[in-house]
């Protein structure tokens, strides 16, 4: 079966690895996909919001399965499209339709979902540039730090976490007033603060039953110690200490199953992976947000824990057999490293010659982010470059593979954090 992956990230690339390992899959094709995909799949060179485009390569190529690797395309309603079409429905799509979508494409319907399911979640107000105003006055009266974030997609920088009411106001008014994230910050959802320590917990589902994946604990400040601007992440560990038999046990009674009720109340017709953004408050699971599709660092951190074979697990989400699938995991602990382009999450340089991949061991996984190849020379071509995984015994042995592999990969103004996982040794 011919299988057609729509991203051109280090998740995008991972998942191509991943699926080219299966026996069942006979061609895996990328959309656009970028210098590293091309080890393990065909790039398609369409354009990934063009959606007559997309269709009509699956269709020329003979793809029966579409991965939807980023949040765009689904919230976009590629899924939708292809339901639609008499030529293209028969595909298998894995990702959910518009509607379901939006749990992750508006914060504000993310949070009222949450709130009319009882699902823990942090208190919460939505402004547009209408209520400024009152918005303004919350502010004054509001706990600090408090949470600031853009309603809509914005490449994970949409969230401020403002430690005082000034640094609250700028917020505020860089995204309704000054429209810092464009149409993203249209509204805004500004949140209670929670003190505790976050998580990542995926499934896929088909709505009704669902897999349970691999944890994950991600790194989205640029600086070590977690200091300044977010980032989409710097890296990522999995499995997470914390994460134990009894907090699992709150998640999927607190948690997933209200939200599987929730999709079913709703009417949410979702086929795909949801990403559960979490933070633990003394033991209790709060949900941060909803993503419709896997995370990336944490992709490049849970697929290579996976042993089962993907193929078949997207084949079991579309035979409505998620029930019966047994998910074989490695044991052992995965850390991802992000390389990343000098001056990121800002303003950086591309086109920048990448050396040292050679160097890295065999044991070492490197996926390509924003990279080109351009005649016989590597190059940077985005904000985060690479994404380098190594699995250990133990999380300490695990850095300690991917650090020195980081360290041997060079271009000039590279930057990455050595302090991944931290927080959790």
Not at 129 to 154: M, R, S, W
Request: net charge negative.
């Amino acid at each position: 079966m011919n299988v057609l992956v729509i991203g051109s990230g280090a998740r995008e690339h991972a998942i191509a690895w991943k699926l080219s390992q299966s026996e069942y899959c006979e061609k895996v094709f990328v959309a656009p996909g970028n210098a590293g995909t091309a080890a393990f799949g065909t790039a398609a060179a369409v354009d990934i919001h063009n959606f007559d485009e997309l269709g009509k390569f699956a269709a020329d190529f003979n793809v029966m399965m579409l991965i939807v690797g980023q949040e765009n395309a689904l919230v976009e309603g590629i899924h939708d499209y292809f339901a639609a079409s008499e030529f293209l429905k028969h595909i298998l799509v894995v990702g959910p339709k518009k509607a379901g979508a939006m749990l992750e494409g508006s914060k504000d319907f993310c949070k009222a979902f949450l709130q009319q399911y009882n699902i823990p979640t942090a208190r919460y107000q939505t402004f547009t540039e209408t209520t400024f105003k009152e918005a303004v006055d919350y502010l004054k009266n509001h706990q600090y730090p408090v949470v600031i974030k853009a309603d809509g997609l914005a490449a994970g920088k949409g969230v401020i976490i403002a430690q005082d009411y000034d640094e609250a106001f700028y917020a505020l008014e860089g995204m309704l007033r000054n429209k810092r994230f464009g149409a993203a910050g249209s509204k805004v959802v500004i949140e209670e603060f929670l003190q505790g320590i976050e998580v990542s917990v995926f499934i896929l589902t088909d709505g009704r039953e669902y897999v349970l994946l691999p944890e994950a604990k991600d790194y989205k400040r640029i600086g070590e110690g977690d200091a300044g601007l977010n980032t989409g992440g710097m890296g990522a560990v999995s499995p997470v200490p914390f994460v134990d038999e009894a907090f699992m046990q709150k998640v999927k009674e607190r948690v997933i199953e209200p939200t599987l009720r929730g999709m079913k109340q709703e009417q949410l017709d979702y086929t795909g992976f949801l990403f559960i953004g979490l933070i633990s408050v003394n033991g209790d699971p709060y949900v941060i947000e909803y993503n419709v599709r896997l995370g990336d660092p944490e992709t490049e951190a849970i697929l290579p824990r996976i042993k089962s074979d993907l193929f078949m697990l997207f084949k079991a989400l579309h035979e409505h057999t998620l029930g019966q699938f047994e998910l074989e995991v490695d044991p052992r602990t995965a850390t991802t490293v992000i390389l990343a382009s000098g001056g990121y999450p800002e303003g950086y340089e591309k086109g920048k010659e990448i050396s040292g991949l050679a160097n890295v061991p065999d044991d070492v996984l490197v996926f390509h982010a924003g990279t080109k190849q351009v005649n016989e020379k590597l190059l940077n071509n985005g904000g985060r470059v690479l994404a380098v995984t190594a699995l250990g015994d133990t999380m300490e042995q695990a850095l300690e593979k991917a650090n020195a592999a980081a360290e041997s990969i060079t271009w000039q103004d590279r930057y990455y954090r050595r302090d991944i996982g931290f927080d959790l040794r």
